[in-house]
């Protein structure tokens, strides 16, 4: 019964409250013409209401408001309107556009509220090189330069159909199993109430036509707030973590694991950026994603390519834990697979691509072989969603 009231209720609720406003949002955001409109950095072909955010934020409330965890904790309420701060702080940057500057100090001042808040921060690495619990001086800087950045990885994964919300939707469920072998009840319902949440307007993004909407800034920015608040709760030095600790769980590579494609993703785009002497919040077609559509997968061979790999990552540290592995191996392994999915195979797709080269023409077969929209079910499917 607890887990009924505690994960299947919050959840359900959450997608069907998603579900049910989806078409009321996507209405005034054609009304108003709220859309974000094709240039040559971005990869639609047609004007597309980006107001997907405030949908799923609706979700995410009413399944919060059903679950007794929400209720028990005394700083729910403020969690959630940080959480409404970045919402209206994407929706500002949606229709009229902030400038990099003003977003990265409301995202700092964000994470230093969470951290009040909370009275958390990152401030325990549990055992990796050794390093226990940090003094303020360390976690306050360290906490915010993770936070903020994690934030703009989610943002900046956004670029084809389904990414952003296909990852965040499964961040969401293996966080959600961490807080639950936490006992973190607070966390756990954020987590699966999120997950539930997205459902629908992932769902919509991938498959509809006429309700396609994007989930924009204003989703993004809630979400990456979401994925702070989990990586915050796991790495406080609390008690429930130390215990598994000791059983060799490597909370550190767990959290870089579950997040990992956009965090090494985002590295490596700034830190390019900064080599060539430009600003490293300069829009550009230089994430990953993008080298897959130069290679001429679909917007959906895309995401399942790129979600693919940060399954194969989970799955790579989840095997280091079972042999055995000490917590640094453990996150030896998430950093070299993360290197390897970004860095390494970004290059060398690239080189293929200038070069002609000889796996060149297998990557493309295996793209064109990706083109699920243009398979006959799909129109069917699009169809059905689009009555949803």
């Known amino acids: 019964m607890d887990t009924i009231y505690q994960i299947i209720i919050p959840a359900l609720l959450a997608f069907l409250g998603t579900l049910w406003v989806h078409p009321k949002v996507l209405k005034i955001a054609v009304n108003k013409n709220l859309v974000d409109n094709p240039d ?24 919060l408001c059903s679950s007794n965890a929400i209720f028990s904790s005394p700083n729910s309420f403020m969690i959630v309107a940080a959480m409404l701060i970045m919402l209206y702080t994407g929706i500002m940057d949606d229709i009229i556009g902030l400038t990099p500057r003003l977003r990265f100090i409301i995202e700092i001042l964000i994470v230093c509220w969470i951290m009040y808040v909370n009275k958390a ?64 009840t607070l966390m756990m319902a954020f987590a699966v109430v999120a997950a539930g949440a997205i459902v629908p307007f992932f769902l919509h993004n991938v498959f509809g036509h006429d309700s396609k909407m994007f989930i924009g800034d204003s989703g993004t920015l809630v979400f990456g707030t979401m994925m702070s608040m989990f990586v915050i709760s796991i790495l406080n030095g609390n008690l429930p973590c130390m215990v598994l600790m000791h059983r060799g769980i490597g909370l550190l590579p767990f959290t870089l694991a579950v997040l990992s494609i956009p965090v090494f993703d985002t590295i490596r785009v700034m830190s390019t950026r900064i080599l060539h002497k430009r600003s490293p919040f300069s829009p ?49 392994v998430v950093v070299v697979m993360g290197v390897l999915f970004t860095f390494v195979l970004y290059n060398f797709s690239k080189r293929q691509i200038e070069k002609n080269g000889r796996i060149l023409h297998l990557l493309q077969r295996l793209g064109k072989s990706m083109n699920f929209e243009k398979k006959g079910v799909w129109g069917t499917i699009e169809r059905l969603i689009d009555k949803l």
């Open 40 to 63: 040559a950095r971005k990869l639609q072909r047609r004007p597309v209401p980006n107001m997907g955010g405030s949908a799923v934020f609706f979700g995410i409330v009413i399944g």
């Open 121 to 184: 921060s990152i401030s325990c690495f549990y055992g990796f090189w050794g390093i226990g619990v940090m003094p303020a001086w360390v976690s306050y800087p360290l906490t915010i330069l993770s936070c903020v950045g994690i934030i703009n990885a989610i943002n900046l994964i956004d670029g084809v159909n389904g990414l952003s919300s296909g990852f965040c939707f499964m961040a969401s469920v293996f966080f959600a199993i961490m807080f639950h072998e936490l006992g973190n």
């Open 284 to 332: 550009d077609k230089t994430h990953l994603h993008h080298i897959f559509i130069d290679l001429g997968f679909s917007h959906t061979g895309t995401t399942i390519i790129i979600l693919t790999l940060n399954l194969i990552i989970i799955a790579a540290w989840m095997l280091a834990y079972q042999l055995g592995a000490s917590i640094d191996v453990q996150f030896y």
